[in-house]
């Protein structure tokens, strides 16, 4: 349970300058910045105004609450009218209002529209644990707000201060265009000087430069927004997807109204449907986290055999056809790395499932072996095999070799297990022959990156 760190009403003209000095203080203690302070300051001040003058004031709570995605903290500021807003919508008076916090809504909360505003925690700030919130709601409860007149006091040093900074950067702007405007006259000599005297000659090479760099950057932005898409995608479907899980599991449960067989088996239909778009999903976020660079592998001395022992027990279970046996060899000792256990195993994880999937009979077998300062784990199959024209095709991004669609899968699990290998200082590589299996081996240096 989230409980509120400061709680104060605003009935008169004199509660505003005390709500935006509580706020700015609220602000300092949860570790925003001083530029965010004062936004966030101004904003509530506004915010306070408006509703004072449209509904004659409001209840207003500052709450350090979590994000339930990354865990940093968002400081939250809600303020219940104690009146009815006009068609239950609120407009700031002025424009600039949203633009000072990070969101700024209407809510409903227990049948009363409220209006919340939230500034996000910056990472360089004092991790806010349950203690050190209890702290600051007991040194928020113990201090006494300022008067009006301590308020405008500072307001107006604020100002001056952003005056100053404002001053100070028009400075350097002048001489930093003085400079540029010299450089500009020395480069454009320069350029002329050499114009008249290769133009013929190097017009076609700079053309073909200035069509290359143009290429590059297009390249570049456009990797960039695929990863942007990728996981701001995969974020937003999620929390649909499993509460679309969540609802056909209560759908299907006997405690609720007995469905038919008809029913039964479209509920169970969506509840495949619904799980497999999440692996997808998940897989999406997975790939757009490792593209952008977010996966910082945590080193550590890694013993392979528990690592087997952990894959051998969990997938046994998806061994499904008699047909196939499952085999995890133990490692030789001593079988230690310098790695990322986690990611290590999920790189494993995925290619022993890979195979558990494409293999009709026989075995998948995984094994590893010490050459000189490198380990080698090798996951082989006996499988239909790949051609040799598609073992690079088959790392690339939702490609699927052609007929192998019909036992599932998205073409992104290859794709992820060689970025993860290649964070790990290593090398994923396929040998494989159609009619004869595949074998995918992951070389690790023993001493790490």
Same mark, same amino acid.
């Not at 100002?159 to 001053?167: C, F, G, N, W």
């Not at 998940?282 to 690592?307: F, M, Q, T, Y």
């Not at 952990?310 to 000792?333: C, D």
């Not at 380990?375 to 052609?402: K, N």
């Given at each position: 349970? %989230?409980?509120?760190?400061?709680?104060?009403?605003?009935?008169?003209?004199?509660?505003?300058?005390?709500?935006?000095?509580?706020?700015?203080?609220?602000?300092?203690?949860?570790?925003?910045?001083?530029?965010?302070?004062? *936004?966030?300051?101004?904003?509530?001040?506004?915010?306070?105004?408006?509703?004072?003058?449209?509904?004659?004031?409001?209840?207003?709570?500052?709450?350090?609450?979590?994000? !339930?995605?990354?865990?940093?903290?968002? @400081? #939250?500021?809600?303020?219940?009218?104690?009146?009815?807003?006009?068609?239950?919508?609120?407009?700031?008076?002025?424009?600039?209002?949203?633009?000072?916090?990070?969101?700024?809504?209407?809510?409903?909360?227990?049948?009363? %529209?409220?209006?919340?505003?939230?500034?996000?925690?910056?990472?360089?700030?004092?991790?806010?644990?349950?203690?050190?919130?209890?702290?600051?709601?007991?040194?928020?409860?113990?201090?006494? =707000?300022?008067?009006?007149?301590?308020?405008?006091?500072?307001?107006?040093?604020? @100002?001056? !201060? &952003?005056?100053?900074?404002?001053?100070?950067?028009?400075?350097?702007?002048?001489?930093?265009?003085?400079?540029?405007?010299?450089?500009? *006259?020395?480069?454009?000599? $320069?350029?002329?000087?050499?114009?008249?005297? $290769?133009?013929? %000659?190097?017009?076609?090479?700079?053309?073909?430069?200035?069509?290359?760099?143009?290429?590059?950057?297009?390249?570049?932005?456009?990797?960039?927004? +695929?990863?942007?898409? $990728?996981?701001?995608?995969?974020?937003?479907?999620?929390?649909?997807?499993?509460?679309?899980?969540?609802?056909? *599991?209560?759908? &299907?449960?006997?405690?609720?109204?007995?469905?038919?067989?008809?029913? &039964?088996?479209?509920?169970?239909?969506? *509840?495949?449907?619904?799980?497999?778009?999440?692996?997808?999903?998940?897989?999406?976020?997975?790939?757009?986290?490792?593209?952008?660079?977010?996966?910082?592998?945590?080193?550590?001395?890694?013993?392979?055999?528990?690592?087997?022992?952990?894959?051998?027990?969990?997938?046994? !279970?998806?061994?499904?056809?008699?047909?196939?046996? $499952?085999?995890?060899?133990?490692?030789?000792?001593?079988?230690?790395?310098?790695?990322?256990?986690?990611?290590?195993?999920?790189?494993? #994880?995925?290619?022993?499932?890979?195979?558990? +999937?494409?293999?009709?009979?026989?075995?998948?077998? @995984?094994? !590893?072996?010490?050459?000189?300062?490198?380990?080698?784990?090798?996951?082989?199959?006996?499988?239909?095999?790949?051609?040799?024209?598609?073992?690079?095709?088959?790392?690339?991004?939702?490609?699927?070799?052609?007929?192998?669609?019909?036992?599932?899968?998205?073409?992104?699990?290859?794709?992820?297990?060689?970025?993860?290998?290649?964070?790990?200082?290593?090398?994923?590589?396929?040998?494989?022959? =159609?009619?004869?299996?595949?074998?995918?081996?992951?070389?690790? =240096?023993?001493?790490?990156?």
């Amino acid at each position: 349970m %989230t409980w509120p760190l400061l709680q104060m009403g605003l009935r008169v003209e004199h509660d505003i300058f005390v709500v935006r000095q509580r706020g700015r203080e609220v602000a300092a203690a949860v570790g925003l910045e001083h530029q965010d302070q004062v *936004r966030v300051a101004t904003a509530l001040s506004e915010v306070a105004r408006d509703l004072l003058r449209a509904v004659g004031g409001a209840d207003v709570t500052f709450t350090a609450v979590p994000d !339930a995605v990354d865990g940093r903290h968002h @400081l #939250r500021i809600e303020l219940a009218p104690v009146g009815q807003l006009p068609g239950g919508r609120y407009e700031p008076q002025s424009g600039a209002v949203a633009r000072l916090v990070d969101t700024l809504d209407v809510v409903a909360r227990e049948g009363d %529209t409220v209006v919340r505003m939230s500034r996000r925690v910056p990472v360089t700030a004092v991790a806010l644990t349950p203690e050190h919130l209890a702290e600051l709601r007991a040194d928020l409860a113990r201090s006494a =707000p300022g008067s009006a007149l301590d308020e405008l006091a500072a307001q107006n040093e604020q @100002l001056i !201060a &952003a005056l100053d900074e404002v001053r100070t950067q028009r400075d350097e702007l002048a001489v930093l265009n003085e400079e540029l405007a010299e450089t500009n *006259r020395g480069v454009m000599a $320069l350029y002329n000087q050499l114009t008249e005297e $290769l133009e013929e %000659t190097n017009r076609g090479v700079v053309a073909l430069y200035g069509e290359l760099d143009e290429k590059s950057a297009q390249l570049r932005a456009a990797s960039e927004s +695929k990863s942007r898409f $990728l996981a701001n995608v995969s974020h937003e479907l999620r929390a649909p997807v499993t509460a679309i899980i969540g609802l056909a *599991r209560l759908l &299907a449960d006997s405690a609720s109204d007995p469905l038919t067989a008809e029913q &039964a088996r479209q509920v169970g239909l969506i *509840r495949s449907s619904a799980a497999d778009l999440l692996a997808l999903v998940n897989e999406l976020l997975d790939l757009a986290k490792a593209e952008s660079g977010r996966i910082e592998p945590d080193w550590a001395e890694v013993d392979l055999r528990p690592i087997f022992g952990q894959l051998r027990g969990t997938l046994r !279970a998806l061994a499904t056809r008699p047909q196939v046996e $499952l085999v995890v060899e133990e490692p030789p000792a001593p079988a230690i790395l310098r790695s990322d256990a986690v990611l290590l195993a999920q790189v494993l #994880r995925n290619l022993l499932h890979n195979g558990l +999937k494409f293999t009709e009979r026989g075995e998948v077998r @995984l094994r !590893a072996r010490r050459a000189d300062d490198r380990w080698l784990l090798q996951v082989s199959d006996t499988g239909q095999g790949i051609a040799p024209e598609l073992h690079d095709r088959i790392f690339e991004e939702f490609y699927q070799v052609p007929g192998a669609t019909r036992v599932g899968g998205t073409g992104l699990g290859l794709p992820y297990a060689r970025r993860l290998v290649t964070l790990l200082g290593g090398t994923l590589e396929v040998t494989s022959t =159609p009619g004869a299996g595949s074998t995918f081996t992951v070389s690790l =240096p023993v001493g790490g990156v």
